[in-house]
């Protein structure tokens, strides 16, 4: 699927366990979307962390698939 950047927007949501990327048209419909799963460090009880190049390495992974048009569900 060819597109072109004028006609969409992209969303991107970085949570606590993973990263969701959307593309979305001016109508509000979701053109494509897809997600990238990162883990979760836990280290002691109750204390989580997460290591920002997994944030990267996921907004890039979603953004090459949303811009193929591959779809992954939610």
Do not use: Y
């Not at 979305?24 to 290591?51: C, K, L, M, Y």
């Not at 990267?56 to 048009?69: A, E, H, L, N, P």
């Amino acid at each position: 699927m060819a597109f072109n950047s004028k006609d969409f927007l992209l969303a991107i949501d970085v949570g606590t366990g993973s990263v969701r990327e959307a593309l979305v048209n001016f109508a509000g419909e979701i053109v494509t979307f897809h997600a990238s799963e990162h883990d979760q460090i836990v280290p002691h009880f109750g204390w989580t962390e997460q290591r920002p190049s997994d944030w990267w390495t996921g907004v890039v992974r979603c953004i090459r698939g949303v811009s193929s048009g591959t779809v992954t569900p939610w």
